[in-house]
């Protein structure tokens, strides 16, 4: 019988195959960049809510967790589109 | 700050960061994602099992989460020497510095997280667990899922994104 962690387990399964096909076939660009920052919101989100079961937990915790699969695709999406400005803010010379 | 490390090296060095993917192993990287994260079901039905007072079918779900997670370093194995025997090294650009630097990271993490399943492991053999008290276990879940979401991010950052 498929149960509700057999669901998630085979979502993650196809999220990553879909992932791996888009890395073997997918060009550098806006549409591959932001289906990428996704799949990492997306997996990250269940791996957080249905594997470790944050959605039961204390919700300070929960959002510590969350914060970190938010924060990681934002500055994604900001080193793609101002990538130039942080090069001049980061360079020391 | 590890991540903080990849975004700075990926704005300075937009070509290499472009490039980079091409040379790495997709399918690996896809592997000991399916891999980890099948291992973490596992973990999911190891604790499930504990909570019902199956302490024989928790101790097989780990043991299931032991080896799916021992397929990683192997295939990590495999992958590395690949790269060396082909020139895949940190001289071909930061990209790969950047790449070595985070996922042998990773990798220790891995290991650290591996031990702790050994441990839970015996102690649930033991009957040191039960539907009362399993935090130990819980805990360990709680690690090795933990590394599941880094690898997400990992996977996504060197194999895929460009």
Redesign the interface.
Known sequence: MIGH?EK??FT??AL??L??L???T???GWP??LT?VA??FI??GI??D???EMRFANQRIRNV?RL??TL?PI??IV?FAW??E??RL??LN | ML?TAY??A???N?ESF?NG?DKLV??A??TI??FL??S??C???AV?AIRCDQQKSAFRWIILAIMLGLAYPVVKYFELNWYIQNGVNVDEGVFYAAYYYLTLNHLVHVTWGLMGLFFVAFRTYTGAYTSESYSGLEAAA?YW??T??LW??L??FF????
């Open positions: 962690t998630i387990w993650l399964m990553t195959i992932g791996a888009l890395g073997e997918g060009n550098a591959l960049t990428v799949l990492i997996k990250g791996v957080i249905h594997y470790m967790l970190f699969i990681v500055l994604v080193s990538g130039e942080i090069r980061t360079t | 991540f975004f700075i990926r704005v300075h937009p472009l993917p997709t399918i990287g896809t994602t399916l994260l099948s973490g079901y973990m999911v039905k499930n709680l899922h933990v599941d979401i997400i991010v996977f996504s194999y895929i994104l460009r």
